[in-house]
Nanobody, 115 residues
Framework: QVQLVESGGGLVQPGGSLRLSCAGNGFVFSVYTMGWYRQPPGKERELVAA???????VYADSVKGRFTIFRENTKNTVYLQMSGLKPDDTAVYYCKANYDVLSYWGQGTQVTVSS
């Protein structure tokens, strides 16, 4: 059974940092492109960052220079290091695994940026 489990969300003040983690199991993690998406309140889900194994990361313009995606295939885990957080970063953050026509989603973790 495929599982993607996100963790690390929470409440943070503007300018603060958080690290999200997504642990996968039930599939060959190392061959999948791993990505982070987010869905702000009342808006569509959008790509934040994606990272194929052995490839270069892709970032949304809104997070470039502030967020970093990285993965540890030996731990079947992908991370999103977020710094310089802004209220506009408030959203539910989802992890996604994608390979060819296969894709899986995590359940999401809430990130709230507020003073």
């Amino acid at each position: 059974q495929v599982q993607l489990v996100e963790s690390g969300g929470g409440l943070v003040q503007p300018g603060g940092s958080l690290r999200l983690s997504c642990a996968g199991n039930g599939f060959v993690f190392s061959v999948y492109t791993m990505g982070w998406y987010r869905q702000p309140p009342g808006k569509e889900r959008e790509l934040v960052a994606a990272l194929p194994t052995g490839g270069r990361p892709v970032y949304a313009d809104s997070v470039k220079g502030r967020f970093t995606i990285f993965r540890e295939n030996t731990k079947n885990t992908v991370y999103l290091q977020m710094s310089g957080l802004k209220p506009d970063d408030t959203a539910v953050y989802y992890c996604k695994a994608n390979y060819d026509v296969l894709s899986y989603w995590g359940q999401g973790t809430q990130v709230t940026v507020s003073s």
